[in-house]
Nanobody
Framework: QVQLVESGGGLVQAGGSLRLSCAAS????????MGWFRQAPGKERRFVVAIAWSGGRTSYGDFVKGRFTISRDDAKNTVYLQMNSLKPEDTAVYYC?????????????WGQGTQVTVSS
């Protein structure tokens, strides 16, 4: 099992930027895909973006539209989410997740979440 700790959330005005970090521990970080999800009040958790274990392949939710970028630093066991041009509808708790088995695409380990609030 891997432990995930998110940081970097906060309050930002519309059009601003934030960078979220997710520090992992507990197993070999580099072998597993990592993802970011978010959950707005009263809504289901939603996929935002993921990055493959090799760091070469990424996939993004449609609503991201070039505004968000995921990256990973395997030497630091950390994955990042750079969010630009933030909108009020991006307000949510953002969760980092780790793939349970390499290549499965199933995220079984989750962080506690970090709140992102975008004011209009």
């Amino acid at each position: 099992q891997v432990q995930l700790v998110e940081s970097g959330g906060g309050l930002v005005q519309a059009g601003g930027s934030l960078r979220l970090s997710c520090a992992a521990s507990g197993r070999t970080f580099s072998r597993y895909a990592m993802g970011w999800f978010r959950q707005a009040p009263g809504k289901e958790r939603r996929f935002v973006v993921a990055i493959a274990w090799s760091g070469g392949r990424t996939s993004y939710g449609d609503f991201v539209k070039g505004r968000f970028t995921i990256s990973r630093d395997d030497a630091k066991n950390t994955v990042y989410l750079q969010m630009n041009s933030l909108k009020p509808e991006d307000t949510a708790v953002y969760y980092c997740a780790a793939e349970g088995t390499p290549g499965s695409g199933q995220y079984t380990d989750w962080g506690q979440g970090t709140q992102v609030t975008v004011s209009s």
